[in-house]
Structure formats: structure tokens, C-alpha cells
């Protein structure tokens, strides 16, 4: 499949230009074209770095979500929406997914199988939730709920990075200050205790012996570390060691506990929601497991099909797995009780999103005080070993 920018002629004699994705070429974006009365005048097909194919930031797809949800619950048509959209957004590779969604639908595409093609911006939660109001009549509550869903799922990862950015910053300033002290403070020392011909105790000779290592093999230390940071990346990326890897997450020491409510919460709010369009248990199950991301969560959807599928309530499913707070299982109990499961849950995860707040905040006013003690020790024994020397001198002077 390819991805072609076009120009073409309406009935009318007018040409436009437009980005039609996913086609198996020329002769069939031409027939593609015909099927709405456009005549196709030239194409040419574009790479996956044109400028078009930029990535779409999650911001984007919130906004896009929310007009779109208004727009079509305000009367307009899906078409009049993804054009009005189109003409809208100022971010070209948005523009070019939307021109192509339209052209899906312009031709008897449903719009969840014109999103389909791209589930890797818009997430698969989208699409599922889009073919759940069209099949239940309720495409614009779906809509609603889903820039609902992505607002808050862009809000939490928001307020992740916020509180992390302080440590990272403080970790960088010490790098930097360790390393102008090793390049530029510490060699004019030691050329100064070598005239001096003052012996130096071994904390001032490892700092000697650090500093002469990272001028003259510095950059072939940074060129190591950037090599073995991308051969890491290339590893991880294998599905092997990523699901080794999300599964320690849900299992260390301090940050575990967080990235298991966030994984909870990855997966119960999507859940919720879409049996609130109609979806069924079963299918919201699968969908909400594969939305998480996570290997393990994946199996514990999984087993919670079965669970359902052999009659028993999701409260039931729920409480066979220890990964579930016990406020979710409770709030699923109660709500399948009186009839109003979703809703239920849905207060279940907002509780969850309270206490992923308070454990971040915690964690950070417990960072901030230790990642400063640890920067001024190892400046003060940066410090300390650059003087030492000088006290020992001025001593036999004396």
C-alpha cells in the first residue's frame, strides 16, 4: 500500500489537491476518485517522511475529538464535519488523515473503517468506540465520551511528566557541574600540585585520574553511551523484553504501586465507556485489554472473558485478580447491581486518578530534598578532593 498526493477535477472543472493513504495505486486512486465524480489529473506518491506523515500530537486529537463531538451533535453531517475539520486544523499530517477519512466515507465507508487505517494516531479505543455508536444510533454521545476519555488520558500523562520534570532537571545541572569541574577546574589544579611536587591522597588522585579519562577519552565515552542507549532501544522494542519490561514496572520497589493504578486505570476507564455506547462485555474486555498495552493486562482480559463468558458478573471477574484496587471491584459489584455498571466504574477510576495524583505529588516532595542532598555531595567531594591537597600543604608550611 502507498500514499499519494493528488490533484484532481470536480464536475464543475475546479481542480483541488488532496493526500489519499493506504491505496494500492495509481489506476485504483483513479477509480477511487471516479466513484464521486472526480477526475483524477496527476498523482505522486510520497514517502513516509513527507512532511504530511509528521506525527500527530495527542493534543491534536483531543481538540480534533471535541469539535468533531460538537460539530456532528449540533446537527452538521460526518462529511460536512471532517471537511469543516480539514480546513481547520493547521497541522498538515492531520489534515492529510482527515482528507483521507472523508474520501472513505465520501465512497460508502462507515467511519470507524475509514478511521481504521489509522489506529496508530487515533488508538484503537477511537475506532472501537466509533463502530459502537454507529451500531447503537449514539455516534455523537460516542464521540463526547471519547474526547472525554482522551482528555483525561492526556491530562495524567501531563501531570507524569510535570512532576518528573524537576528530578531530571536537577540530574542534568549535576552532570553539567560535575563535568565542568572534571574538564576545566580540576586539570589546573593538578598541573598546579604537580609544580608543587605535593603528594596527593587517593581522593585527589581518582579525581585526577577521572578528569585526565574524560578529556582524553571523553567523546568516545559519549559516542559508547549514545551506541549502547540505541542498541538498548533496539532491544526493548523487540515484544520479548517489552513485556519483561512492563511487567517489572508493575513490580519496583518505589514506582511500582503508581504503574500499576496507571495500568489500572488504562484499562477500566476505556472499559467503562464503551459498554456505556452499547458495547458488550466480551468485546469491551478485549478491546480495553489491548488499549492498555501491557502483556499482562492483555492476559487478565483474557481471563476475565472466560470468567463472563461462563455467566458470572464482572464484579466476580474482577475480584480473581489481585492487580484490581479493591474500590474498583466494589464499585463493580454495586453497579451491577442496580443497573448502572459504567457509571459506576467510571467513579471507581476517578477515585484511581486521585491517588495516582497524591502518590506522584508524594514522590516528588520526596525527590526534590534528596536529589539536592545528592548533587551537593558529590559537588562537595569534587570539592573536597581539589582542596585537600592545599590544606596538607599549607600544613607543612606552617
Known amino acids: 500500500m502507498a500514499s499519494f498526493e493528488y490533484t484532481a477535477r470536480d464536475g464543475a472543472g475546479h481542480e483541488f489537491t488532496g493526500t489519499y493513504r493506504d491505496i494500492g495505486g495509481v489506476a485504483v486512486l483513479r477509480s477511487e476518485l471516479h466513484k464521486v465524480g472526480y477526475v483524477l489529473v496527476r498523482a505522486r506518491q510520497i514517502g513516509k517522511r513527507s512532511g504530511r506523515n509528521k506525527p500527530v500530537r495527542e493534543q491534536d486529537i483531543v481538540a480534533f475529538a471535541y469539535k468533531f463531538s460538537g460539530m456532528y451533535s449540533a446537527g452538521l453531517s460526518v462529511i460536512g464535519c471532517l471537511e469543516t475539520l480539514e480546513d481547520q486544523t493547521g497541522r498538515s499530517g492531520l489534515r492529510a488523515v482527515l482528507a483521507d477519512v472523508r474520501r472513505r466515507v465520501e465512497v460508502g465507508s462507515s467511519l470507524a473503517k475509514a478511521f481504521e487505517p489509522h489506529q496508530d494516531i487515533f488508538s484503537g479505543f477511537f475506532v472501537g468506540m466509533l463502530e459502537a455508536g454507529e451500531a447503537a444510533g449514539r455516534l455523537a454521545e460516542a464521540l463526547e465520551m471519547s474526547a472525554i476519555y482522551l482528555d483525561k488520558r492526556a491530562c495524567l500523562r501531563g501531570k507524569i511528566r510535570s512532576a518528573f520534570v524537576y528530578p531530571i532537571a536537577v540530574g542534568v545541572v549535576c552532570l553539567g557541574v560535575l563535568s565542568c569541574l572534571l574538564l576545566f577546574v580540576v586539570p589546573i ?210
Not at 493486562?297 to 464482572?314: F, L, Y
Not at 516532595?365 to 539536592?372: F, H, M, S, Y
Request: aromatic share 6%.
Open 189 to 398: 589544579f593538578s598541573r598546579m600540585y604537580g609544580s608543587l611536587h605535593v603528594a596527593l591522597p587517593w581522593p585527589t588522585q581518582l579525581l585526577v585520574t577521572a578528569s585526565g579519562m574524560f578529556q582524553g577519552w571523553g567523546w568516545l565515552v559519549l559516542g559508547g553511551l549514545a551506541a549502547a542507549i540505541v542498541a538498548l532501544k533496539k532491544v526493548m522494542s523487540g515484544p520479548a523484553m517489552r513485556n519483561r519490561w512492563n511487567r517489572f514496572k508493575l513490580r519496583m520497589p518505589v514506582l511500582g504501586e503508581l504503574n500499576r493504578l496507571i495500568l489500572i486505570s488504562r484499562f477500566v476507564r476505556p472499559f467503562a465507556l464503551l459498554i456505556s455506547v452499547g458495547v458488550s462485555v466480551i468485546e469491551a474486555l478485549r478491546v480495553a485489554g489491548n488499549i492498555a498495552q501491557n502483556e499482562e493486562m492483555r492476559e487478565i482480559s483474557r481471563e476475565m472473558r472466560k470468567t463472563a463468558q461462563s455467566g458470572n458478573p464482572v464484579g466476580t471477574a474482577l475480584a480473581a485478580h489481585p492487580i484490581f484496587p479493591p474500590v474498583i471491584v466494589q464499585m463493580a459489584v454495586s453497579g451491577e447491581q442496580v443497573g448502572r455498571l459504567a457509571e459506576m466504574l467510571a467513579k471507581g477510576v476517578d477515585l484511581v486518578d486521585r491517588d495516582i495524583e497524591k502518590m506522584i505529588a508524594g514522590l516528588v516532595v520526596k525527590l526534590e530534598p534528596i536529589l539536592t542532598v545528592i548533587m551537593g555531595l558529590l559537588v562537595g567531594l569534587v570539592l573536597l578532593g581539589v582542596y585537600l591537597p592545599m590544606f596538607d600543604y599549607m600544613t607543612h608550611l606552617k
